[in-house]
């Protein structure tokens, strides 16, 4: 006797469509090896669209610290980009740094579920 299985699948949603896209503004420090007390410039190479009027907080602090030493307050391009100068703090010690936008998933927009990274990148501090 031969037995004959049929399955129906139904299409699950969910599995099938696409993950959400999420945009993370790429940052970039110049100099990328200060010393203390010198002034740089954080800056987008790659920009997020942003609410009109939205104002970004960029922080500098050491690699694993969580206090700022230093921000400065820059309002974007209507199409995200901005460059903002901002001194590396004199009383930071020479090592990893990081440049970061503090208050980036309070402007933007994370969509449920999806993994949303900081926009932050890192440079060295020179002695």
């Excluded at 399955?7 to 940052?27: D, F, I, K, Q």
């Excluded at 110049?30 to 007390?37: F, V």
């Amino acid at each position: 006797m031969a037995m004959l299985l049929v399955v129906v699948c139904a299409p699950l949603t969910s599995c099938l469509s696409a993950p959400s896209t999420v945009c993370v503004p790429t940052l970039t420090v110049d100099p990328d090896n200060p010393r203390p007390g010198r002034i740089v410039t954080v800056s987008t190479t790659d920009a997020c669209p942003l609410p009109a009027g939205a104002e970004l907080t960029v922080r500098i602090q050491p690699v694993g610290e969580t206090i700022p030493l230093a921000q400065a307050r820059v309002t974007p391009d209507p199409d995200g980009s901005f460059a903002v100068s901002i001194t590396v703090p004199p009383t930071i010690r020479p090592g990893r740094a990081v440049a970061s936008i503090s208050n980036y998933w309070d402007i933007a927009t994370c969509p449920e579920g999806a993994s949303c990274a900081s926009a932050a990148v890192e440079f060295t501090v020179a002695p």
